[in-house]
């Protein structure tokens, strides 16, 4: 019996732990089979049949732009379209001669899209047509059975609703072309979407990066011919930021209309804070022309038109300030300590300068000058006499300090930096000395000088606030405000600006001023101004012995432009203007009305009263009013 019991197998504790690993092995492959097998079939039935998973980007909505009241000023509309992709058309040719049974699809075009299908992965979507309506949408979908390849999307699309009156400071949208891959040197993956559209011009240029928002994707299905099965899982993108700017829709848009028929810029900014309220340049374009598609037509007539409509002259164009520069020169030389208020100059018409005369534009002179006469009689040789005494880098210090030759710093391109000369720049760019005749020009905005109207504007903010304020375009990044602080004291004594002030009142409100018919009349809201006329032709002696040419007597290019800067009201100043007008003749006549219009409708609101204007204008002004020109309405912020 004990020798039975020997021989029976026993189990051990180390065959029980080696027997349940096994068991435990064995139930966790049989779970494993069963779930993939059951619960995962219909997936791994569908990558059998040779579906695959592609991941899309989805383009995120861009970031609107409104103005300082909350109009919007870009936005996105809704943008029907069409695609097609290559791979599951079998024959593009055929497909897309059958679906331009249904919408229209010139031949051009067609051959167009089989070029960019070829040229990309069979599998990208390629634009067909875009900006359809509904119906022509509805006849593609409804048909898209018998269209293989053939896709058709809702998409978003830019739109300007101001149409012409933003377009140099908003800009425009444009598709994604090879040269600006170029210029990136690691390309956000949306650029690589067809038909991508990122800024081109203006803020939506400059401000691409916030506007554009960041992509999401989406899990689809789909077969071997490159047909979609289904959407498995989508998330969406992050849109961009909306950008408010500082812009008064309602002056901007009246601004515009006021320089209508003129090659122009006008300028208005708040002259404690630096908000540009209106950036006006004349004559404008349609930016939705480029967003749609713009017709070589309307192309070869914007770029051929002597106006430069595409051309933003507000910030971009540079011009010899003329005699709205000689605050500067007036503010350097009591800053030197070279005048005093109440020293005179003797004007006789003209002053010897080395081999050569420097005349006045008033041929008999005007006699003896102060500095308040100076101002608002515009004497030259007041200027030419105090320009040698302070000496070219003082002016050019000066002129920095009041923000002319100096590049503001503003969300949108070509924003050009003026030029104001010194000693050293004539020796680098010229190669030469500088002379006391390069003073002399210089000394009345001439010569070698050039400002911007943001330029002149800036200057005339500068001297009413004695500050120096900044311009700024962004009022606020998706709700969050900007920075909108005052400038730091500018550093000029106070009596110096007071005296330059004086002058520029007596300009705008002596009856011997050169802009007084361009005055406001109620004295709470007065104006502060300087005419300026700079020359584009050389007037040789010979003109002036037997009559120099006047503007109307010769072609419009070589007509002297017209400039007028102000500042208002004067007792406390809220607002700064600048306006050129290209060609334009005389400061006092083309220029100076235009920024008394602009002045008045920013100073008093949508209606000013008729008694804002000298009463010698109160029958223009009741016509312009009963023709609708003066109208406050903005059409397209109704719509």
């Known amino acids: 019996m004990a020798r039975k019991e020997k021989n029976s197998p026993s189990i051990t504790r180390r065959g029980l732990v080696l027997m349940g690993a096994q ?18 079939a219909e997936r791994y039935r569908l990558l059998a049949e040779e579906n695959r998973i592609n991941i899309r980007l989805l383009p995120p909505a861009r970031g609107l732009i409104y103005d300082r009241d909350g109009q919007p000023v870009a936005i996105n509309q809704q943008n029907y379209r069409i695609v097609m992709v290559r791979e599951g058309a079998g024959d593009p040719g055929e497909v897309l001669r059958r679906l331009s049974l249904l919408i229209e699809i010139s031949p051009d075009r067609r051959e167009r899209v089989l070029r960019d299908m070829y040229a990309r992965p069979a599998f990208v979507p390629v634009t067909v047509a875009e900006h359809l309506d509904w119906h022509s949408f509805a006849r593609v979908a409804s048909n898209a059975p018998a269209l293989p390849g053939v896709l ?12 012409e009156v933003f377009a140099h400071i908003v800009g425009y949208v444009g598709p994604v072309s090879d040269y600006d891959l170029s210029q ?25 990066a916030d506007l554009r928002g960041s992509a999401g994707n989406s899990r689809i299905e789909v077969n071997a011919s490159g047909r979609v099965i289904r959407e498995l899982d989508r998330v969406e993108g992050s849109s961009g930021q909306d950008l408010q700017l500082t812009i008064d829709s309602g002056l901007q848009d009246f601004t515009l209309r006021r320089m209508e028929g003129q090659s122009s810029a006008t300028v208005v900014m708040d002259v404690q804070t630096g908000e540009i309220v209106t950036m006006a340049s004349a004559p404008s374009f349609d930016p939705n022309s480029f967003v749609f598609g713009i017709s070589t037509g309307e192309w070869n007539a914007l770029n051929t038109d002597e106006y430069r409509p595409l051309y933003n002259k507000a910030v971009s164009g540079v011009y010899p300030p003329g005699s709205t520069f000689k605050m500067v020169v007036a503010l350097a030389a009591l800053e030197e300590g070279h005048i005093n208020p109440s020293e005179t100059v003797f004007c006789g018409g003209s ?73 050293d720049w004539k020796l680098r760019v010229h190669g030469e000395s500088w002379l006391i005749g390069d003073t002399v020009n210089s000394g009345i905005g001439q010569g070698f000088m050039l400002a911007s109207p943001l330029e002149l504007c800036v200057m005339a903010a500068r001297i009413a606030s004695g500050t120096s304020v900044t311009p700024k375009l962004i009022r606020s990044v998706d709700g969050v405000p900007a920075d909108l602080s005052a400038g730091a004291p500018l550093g000029v004594q106070t009596a110096s600006l007071d005296a330059v002030r004086a002058g520029m009142f007596a300009v ?11 005055r406001i009349a109620d004295p709470q809201m007065a104006m502060a101004g300087k005419t300026g006329t700079s020359q584009v032709r050389r007037i040789t002696e ?21 400039l007028f800067v102000a500042f208002a009201p004067f007792d406390a100043p809220r607002y700064a203007i600048a306006t050129i ?6 400061g006092s006549t083309a220029a100076a009305p235009i920024a008394q219009d602009v002045m008045i409708r920013a100073l008093y609101g949508p209606e000013p009263p008729i008694e804002a204007w000298p ?23 109704r719509a």
Not at 26 to 40: A, S, Y
Not at 544 to 559: Q, Y
């Open 581 to 586: 007008v290209e060609h334009g003749g005389g």
């Open 542 to 562: 010979a003109e002036r012995r037997t009559g120099v040419f006047r503007n109307e007597d010769l072609p419009w290019n070589r007509r002297d432009h017209a």
């Open 351 to 423: 002053i010897e300068v080395g081999n050569r005369r420097a005349h006045c534009w008033r041929r008999g002179g005007h006699g003896w000058m102060d500095l308040r006469d100076s101002l608002k009689n515009s004497c030259d040789v007041y200027y030419y006499d105090i320009a040698q005494r302070v000496g070219i880098d003082k002016i050019s210090e000066m002129a920095n300090r009041l923000g002319i030759g100096i590049r503001h710093d503003l969300p949108l391109p070509a924003v050009s930096a003026g030029n104001m000369p010194d000693r």
């Open 508 to 518: 705008s409100n002596d009856r011997r001023g050169t802009g007084y018919r361009a």
């Open 152 to 163: 058709t999307e809702v998409g978003l699309s830019r739109h300007y609703p101001a149409d």
């Open 615 to 637: 009463s010698a204008m109160h029958q223009t002004i009741r016509e312009r009013r009963r023709l609708g020109q003066d109208s406050a309405s903005v059409q397209w912020s």
């Open 23 to 40: 068991l435990a092995l064995v139930g966790t492959l049989g779970w494993r089979m069963r779930h993939l097998q059951v619960e995962e």
């Open 184 to 208: 990136i040197e690691n390309p956000d993956p949306l650029l690589q979407i067809p038909d991508f559209q990122i800024g081109k011009n203006g803020v939506e240029k400059r401000a691409e």
